[in-house]
Each structure stands twice: as structure tokens, then as C-alpha cells.
């Protein structure tokens, strides 16, 4: 019997949400997601010191100023867990733009650019990674810039439908819509309701989503993430792509349960309206969204203080 693991692999590809290595080696995913928050997790594990060694070994040559080496030091790091990762998998790879750059679309390109240069100074070519930038207009703008320059983009972040169909519509190659902390925001807000994947909000915006790229034909690939329980994932089979923690990959390849197809592109919606999208009615559909509006501030704080703490430990650290 197939494990349900092995049917969810039938209808959507898999994605590893870890920056261990060791993990991703284990679990053979087709592709990879990393962040701040998981890159500070493993960076200093001792195993993986010898990347953070050559990584400032290289910021070192490349000189410049103390903050200017302590910023090469943190994007070699993250181009050398990169690397790494590409060693075990077939697909790709998402490293992440700085958190603070979040609202300059000029510095996130001009990242962006940065990290793909290190990506090829390390043999990798750019068709193996995906930059990974927040939902905002500014980041949205970003990856329209670096899409026609053939740096593909993961807008990460994103909460709600508008920052969804923005993101398509600059041409991001993919979207990672957050299944978990949709429902964290909902049962702080309702703790009253007793949620289940029928009526996960984090599920249902993204089926809202894929059946909206479908149904209007965007090739923007749809990738869940962000799961708490493997219910949710479930409830997801179909979806392009989901990213998903080793804990979960491991409770679903241990498991039996038979599982449905739920989302297809031959099962849509008989009618959609289309929603007609400038900067004006972003900027006030996402003000209006208070859930999408707090998470997606929320999250750029968060992975702003694991970046900080990160520079902070390297700047402090002997190696």
C-alpha cells in the first residue's frame, strides 16, 4: 500500500521547508525553501560550520567595509546552504531577499542581483534558484524587474488574493501563499470556532487562489506553505507545489491514509469575476484585509530579527 506520502506525491510536486541539509538528503524532495529564520537555525550547527568558514572567508577577499563584509557574510552564507542543498535535490532551491528591503523595490533588485552572482561565482546557474521576496508592492515590482532579466522569483508572505494576482501579473514564476499562519491569525481572533480543513481559512484562500490562476490562466505556479498539521496538507493535494516542514513529510510518509485529489485544473469554479489591480487598489485591499495586513507585517518583523540575530552572532563569533 502506498503511503500517503507516496499518493500526495502523485498529484503535486513536493517541496522540503528546511535549511538542514542533512534533512533534505534524507528526504530526496524535488525541490527546497529556505528563510532567515530556518538559515539561523542551522548556521550554527557544528556540521555546517565549514560553510559559514568559507563563506567569511570570501566576504574577507571581497573587502569593503565592516558592514559591507558582515552583509557578504550573511548572502554567502545563504548562497553556500544553497549549494549545498542543489547537491541533493533535482529542482531548486529559494534563498531569501533581506527582510528589510521589503518596502525598496531599487535594493531588492539590486540583492537579488547579488545572490545570483555569488550563485554563478559558485557554479550555480540562476535556472536552479528562485529569489525569495515578500508580498509587498514594492517587492511585486521587484520580481517584475528581475523576471525579465530571467532571475525567477518566489513571492513569499503573501495572505491574501490581491497580493496573489499582483504577484502573477508581474510575472513571478511562483507563489508561496501561508496555510498556518492564516489559521494562527484566525483562532487568536475566533478562538470560539473549532477549525477543520473544510474550513481552514489558510486552506480555503489557497484554493481561492489556484482556482483563480486557473480559471484565468496565469502560469504563476501556486505552492502552499507554512502547514501546522498534515490535515491541511492533505486538504491541498492538487496544488502545483507545497513546501512542507520534514516533521510533516515524515508524519505523512508513515501514514496510510488514503487521500483525495482536491484541487484540479479541470475542476474550477462555473464563474469568476476578474479584480482589476493598480497600486491604489492593492494598497487598499490589503488595508482592508486586516489578517493579510498584520501577518504579512508580522512576518517581515520576524524574519528581520532572525537576520539581526544572525549578524549579531557572526559579528561576535570566532571562526
Not at 110 to 117: D, Q, S, W
Not at 208 to 213: L, N, P, T, V
Request: some cysteine; overall charge negative.
Amino acid at each position: 500500500m502506498m503511503s500517503t506520502l507516496e499518493q500526495l506525491a502523485q498529484y503535486t510536486t513536493l517541496v522540503a521547508d528546511t535549511g538542514d541539509i542533512q534533512q533534505i538528503e534524507r528526504l530526496k524532495p524535488v525541490d527546497a525553501t529556505t528563510n532567515p529564520s530556518l538559515l539561523l537555525k542551522s548556521a550554527f550547527d557544528p556540521k555546517y560550520r565549514t560553510i559559514i568558514k568559507e563563506a567569511r572567508e570570501h566576504a574577507n577577499r571581497l573587502g569593503g567595509s565592516e558592514a559591507a563584509i558582515l552583509a557578504n557574510w550573511c548572502d554567502l552564507i545563504a548562497v553556500g546552504f544553497g549549494k549545498k542543498i542543489l547537491e541533493q535535490i533535482p529542482g531548486r532551491v529559494s534563498t531569501e531577499v533581506d527582510a528589510r528591503l521589503s518596502f525598496n523595490t531599487q535594493a531588492t533588485v539590486a540583492k537579488a542581483r547579488r545572490l545570483i552572482h555569488f550563485y554563478q561565482d559558485a557554479g550555480i546557474s540562476r535556472d536552479r534558484v528562485l529569489i525569495k521576496i515578500a508580498s509587498t508592492w514594492e517587492g511585486i515590482q521587484a520580481a517584475r524587474i528581475l523576471e525579465q532579466e530571467e532571475i525567477q522569483c518566489n513571492l513569499t508572505l503573501l495572505f491574501s488574493l490581491e497580493q496573489a494576482i499582483a504577484a502573477a501579473e508581474a510575472g513571478a514564476f511562483l507563489i508561496s501563499p501561508f496555510v498556518g499562519r492564516i489559521l494562527d491569525w484566525h483562532k487568536a481572533h475566533h478562538p470560539e470556532v473549532s477549525y477543520t480543513p473544510e474550513n481552514d481559512p489558510g486552506v480555503l484562500s489557497v484554493k481561492s487562489i489556484y482556482h483563480y490562476f486557473k480559471y484565468f490562466g496565469y502560469n504563476t505556479i501556486v505552492m502552499g506553505a507554512s502547514f501546522r498539521n498534515s490535515a491541511e496538507v492533505q486538504a491541498l493535494a492538487g496544488c502545483d507545489r507545497l513546501t512542507i516542514s520534514p516533521a510533516l513529510l515524515d508524519e505523512l510518509a508513515q501514514s496510510n491514509q488514503p487521500i483525495k485529489r482536491a484541487l484540479s485544473p479541470s475542476n474550477l469554479p462555473s464563474e469568476l469575476d476578474k479584480i482589476a489591480l493598480d497600486e491604489s487598489a492593492f494598497r487598499w485591499a490589503l488595508n482592508e484585509n486586516t489578517m493579510a495586513n498584520e501577518k504579512l507585517a508580522d512576518g517581515i518583523r520576524r524574519f528581520t530579527a532572525d537576520q539581526r540575530t544572525l549578524e549579531k552572532t557572526l559579528s561576535t563569533t570566532n571562526i
